[in-house]
């Protein structure tokens, strides 16, 4: 089975400092994605990347930035944490587009909630 | 670009009772059709997709989902419900590259 680890599931931190949310997946992914959660949002995504060093702007990236160095791990950094980044944090990953195995199909870490105050 | 309407927030239905959860699509080509289900505290779980073929698909947890072309709507129905059903659904849809769109998702409430 696919598995997909997210670093914590519960984060505290304060205004002003930085923070690294880790992912690790174990299948062998060239797709990896961080998404937010808010109540009646549903789920938009910050950045994807679809191999190692390579990086996408998503939806709502203002404010994060990522890393890959390794192909099975997935950073997102919050610069300098605000109020308006409390949120549920959830990791994804998936085969390439165009595998015929992957049709889009993303599989998901348990989630990080972060509280910032 | 796609996107999904899931038109129901939040869901209330009695244990041993049906479920249908509404989905509606927009999108110009055959689309990927996906549903994930979370509990509370916890990530996304993949319950059923449909690529091509069958329009009736089955899930896990008992769960199936019906593809409508021309209503475009991917439905997902449960013939009774349980209390461990009570959850967040998603709907969501992929055009064939690496995105998925998603749902606001509709919360289903469990009473005894």
């Known amino acids: 089975d696919v598995k997909v680890t997210q670093s914590s599931r519960y984060l505290v931190k304060r205004t002003g400092e930085k923070v690294f949310l880790e992912c690790v997946q174990d299948?062998?992914?060239?797709?990896m994605f961080w998404y937010r959660q808010d109540p009646g949002l549903g789920l938009r995504l910050i950045y994807f990347?679809?191999?190692?060093?390579?990086?996408e702007k998503g939806d709502i990236p203002e404010g994060y930035s990522v890393s890959r160095e390794k192909k099975e791990r997935f950073s997102l950094i919050l610069e300098s944490a605000s109020t308006n980044q409390t949120s549920m944090y959830l990791c994804?990953?998936?085969?390439?587009?165009?595998?015929?195995?992957?049709?889009?199909?993303?599989?998901f870490g348990p989630g990080t909630r972060l509280t910032v105050l | 670009a796609q996107s999904v309407t899931q038109p129901d927030i939040h869901i209330t239905v009695s244990e041993g009772a049906s479920l249908e959860l509404r989905c509606n699509y927009s999108?110009?080509?055959?689309?990927?059709l996906f549903w994930y289900v979370q509990s509370p505290g916890q990530g996304l779980q993949l319950l059923l997709k449909y690529f091509s073929g069958d329009t009736l698909v089955q899930g896990i947890k008992g769960f199936e989902a019906e593809f409508k072309r021309s209503q475009s709507s991917f439905n997902l129905r449960k013939p009774s419900v349980h209390w461990s059903d009570a959850a967040e659904y998603f709907c969501a849809v992929g055009a064939g590259d690496y995105k998925l769109s998603f749902g606001a998702g509709t919360t289903v409430t469990v009473r005894a």
């Open positions: 999108y110009g080509a055959t689309p990927y």
């Open positions: 994804a990953s998936s085969f390439p587009s165009g595998a015929i195995s992957s049709y889009n199909e993303q599989f």
């Open positions: 299948m062998d992914h060239e797709n």
């Open positions: 990347s679809y191999d190692v060093k390579m990086k």
